[in-house]
């Protein structure tokens, strides 16, 4: 087991168990709260794949739908037993993985073991796998209703050609509709295996007894197939089209999107924590709080409660995208686009770079107050295999002049714009 100082009296114990499940124990005994997450490497984009070189393709939706299926699996309401046991279990799919999540104060022991007789098959009547479709197809009709979704989703599919990267994680109606328990078996078998999951454990325990009941579960002691070797396949070409214009009769606002779509050469070429670090802060830098961007779009008044940024770093892609509601669409596009195209330009401002990595640290140092952010962190270091120590020297070794190679991905190339306006009289035009 290694022994990993995130602080100086924070210590983290990551080791790999004999079945291959990579897992990391963050003894943290002020605190009353535990948190445990169980991280599966597949997502809403793993549709098509290599598996030992022999090509397999899987419908939209197959991840979430087996998120779903496995609170209800082997015939245990999973959410009850957890409820009844004071302790509160979720699931989210985002493209790149599936996380299971439970928070408890007792019963660590009992919990943790029903969690992981959770994973080690799959084990669920036909009436579930029924049940549980009603409940997503269900769900993505009403997405279907939500102007700010289908904005998103257009915007992805303006930036991206590949379904697997545009389609949305819980699949269209259809496609929930032709997954059968052949696939969703063939998705558990090839994706479930525990060289392909991470399991955190944050909180008020004991690292020997965790790692004793992890060691001598039957998920760890079962005999496992060998893992096939995967490979994602991602097609995508850039897209032409830059800028869209839609007008709408039921938005009460006008909407506006921008996006950076960044080239998937350097999530190729580039290690996870140098894209977090790197582009991360450019984006801090730009548009973060007391930036000279900031403080114009303010006084310029094209800055409102509505405006906000988002980085996305998935596994295969990602992007940063900036989104306002505003009554002043030609200004603020026009300004926008002009302080996007600058970032390549134009070198960041030194001293607030300082500034800003000082911040960075100190909210490094910070979340380690928190138990739920803390936790977070750490998941997506294991998940993206990064050791928690290599992130913080990537902070403090971080020098202004080694975001020159990001700054030159704010191109005009990979620039978009989506533009939901409000219509004028009974216009439905998409220029």
């Not at 499940?21 to 599966?40: G, M, R, T, W, Y």
Request: include cysteine; proline fraction near 2%; glycine fraction near 4%.
């Amino acid at each position: 087991m290694v022994e990993i100082k995130a602080l100086k009296d924070e210590i983290i114990y990551q080791t790999t168990l004999s079945s291959g499940l990579e897992i990391a124990i963050h003894p943290k005994q002020d605190f009353h709260n535990i948190h445990v997450s169980f991280q599966v490497d597949f997502g809403g984009s793993d549709l098509r794949f290599l598996a030992n070189g022999e090509e397999h393709a899987l419908p939209a939706g197959v991840a979430h739908f087996l998120e779903h299926l496995l609170f209800a699996n082997k015939g245990i309401d999973l959410p009850e037993v957890f409820a009844t046991a004071g302790a509160e279990i979720n699931a989210y799919t985002s493209q790149s993985m599936t996380a299971y999540k439970f928070k408890t104060i007792n019963n660590i022991n009992y919990l943790l073991r029903v969690f992981l007789d959770n994973f080690t098959e799959f084990d669920v009547l036909d009436e579930t796998i029924e049940k549980e479709r009603k409940i997503i197809v269900h769900e993505l009709t009403m997405s279907d209703d939500s102007v700010h979704f289908e904005m998103q989703q257009s915007l992805m599919k303006m930036m991206y050609s590949d379904l697997s990267i545009f389609s949305d994680v819980g699949g269209l109606v259809k496609d929930v509709r032709s997954i059968d328990r052949n696939i969703l078996q063939k998705a558990f078998t090839t994706f479930y295996h525990p060289k392909n999951c991470t399991l955190v454990i944050t909180g008020n325990v004991n690292v020997n007894d965790m790692l004793n009941l992890l060691e001598t579960h039957e998920y760890n002691l079962k005999t496992w197939p060998e893992i096939p070797s995967l490979t994602r396949i991602i097609t995508d070409s850039p897209k032409r089209i830059h800028k869209k214009t839609r007008y709408l009769n039921e938005i009460e606002e006008n909407m506006i999107t921008f996006a950076v779509r960044f080239p998937r050469e350097i999530f190729k070429d580039t290690d996870r924590e140098t894209l977090h670090t790197s582009i991360g802060s450019i984006v801090a830098n730009v548009f973060g709080l007391g930036s000279k961007t900031f403080d114009y779009l303010e006084k310029q008044k094209l800055m409102n409660v509505s405006f906000f940024t988002k980085l996305t770093l998935e596994r295969e892609f990602g992007y940063f995208d900036v989104y306002i509601q505003t009554n002043k669409v030609k200004r603020y596009s026009l300004t926008l686009e002009k302080i996007l195209l600058q970032i390549a330009e134009e070198p960041l401002d030194k001293e607030f770079f300082e500034v800003n990595k000082k911040n960075i640290l100190g909210n490094y140092i910070t979340m380690f107050d928190n138990l739920s952010r803390s936790h977070d962190f750490l998941c997506n270091c294991l998940s993206e295999r990064v050791r928690v120590d290599h992130y913080l020297e990537h902070i403090l070794t971080l020098d202004v002049d080694d975001l020159d190679r990001f700054r030159q991905l704010f191109i005009k190339e990979n620039i978009y714009q989506l533009s939901y306006l409000k219509a004028k009289k009974n216009l439905k035009t998409v220029l």
